[in-house]
């Protein structure tokens, strides 16, 4: 059995990994890619004007959250030199799921698991206060990432800690503490977590597209939420 094939076998049904009281009828996929020419007059770079045009979409369309991005290219990484360290290899495309939705929405755990590691990523542009969770079902070992949270968090948590499916770990945090971002959850599945501690790679280069795509299947996987 292959990796993502253990996924769908564990989730016959949809995962919730936020606000489990809302259904997914109140959900709608959005398109923040470099192919969606109604941003052009939306300058994403700025958090305020980005909150402005999450919060405009949810209206019009009388949802609650807003979710897409897998694989996506997006322009607004631009603002950050976090994604620019090598202006030739721009890191542009994302890795994982994002769910817009107000500030303090509560997050799940996808999986029962244990708390691998977790910190407060403080770059321009990063994920603010983030969880990991190291999952173990048969042979396999794979970790869950909930990037943008609130600072309470992680206050309490310890490395180790025994996590239940569907147990709340943590809120959405406000653009000032999450990366200067409308809040909203960036949640990915990651095989391999290469050493890295309370952090991952959530944006890649072209280059190096091929590797992460292996590495980081598609949340849809269990999420189950249609484009």
């Known amino acids: 059995m292959n990796f993502e094939k253990l996924l769908l076998n564990l989730c016959p049904n949809p995962v919730k990994v936020i606000a489990p009281q809302i259904g997914v009828e109140s959900y709608i996929s959005i398109d923040l890619s470099t192919q969606n020419t109604s941003l052009n007059s939306n300058d994403l770079r700025s958090s305020s004007s980005f909150s402005n045009y999450i919060n405009a979409y949810l209206e019009l369309h009388s949802k609650q959250i807003a979710y897409g991005g897998y694989l996506e290219r997006r322009l607004l990484y631009s603002r950050s030199i976090h994604f620019n ?16 939705c107000v500030v303090n929405t509560a997050v799940t755990a996808a999986f029962c698991g244990r708390i691998h590691s977790f910190k407060n990523n403080t770059n321009y542009g990063d994920y603010g206060p ?44 406000s653009s000032k503490i999450n990366g200067d971002y409308p809040p909203h959850l960036h949640f990915q599945i990651i095989k391999d977590l290469q050493g890295n501690f309370g952090d991952y790679p959530g944006v890649c280069n072209s280059r190096s597209l091929d590797f992460y795509k292996n590495n980081c299947p598609d949340p849809s996987l269990i999420l189950k939420l249609e484009g």
Request: aromatic content about 12%.
């Open 85 to 100: 360290t090598n202006k030739n290899h721009q890191r542009d495309i994302h890795l994982g799921i994002d769910l817009w």
């Open 130 to 173: 983030t969880i990991i969770i190291e999952h173990q079902f048969e042979e396999f070992q794979f970790f869950t990432l909930y990037g943008h949270l609130s600072l309470a968090s992680i206050a309490a948590l310890e490395v180790g800690q025994h996590i239940k499916a569907g147990e709340v770990i943590g809120f959405l945090g």
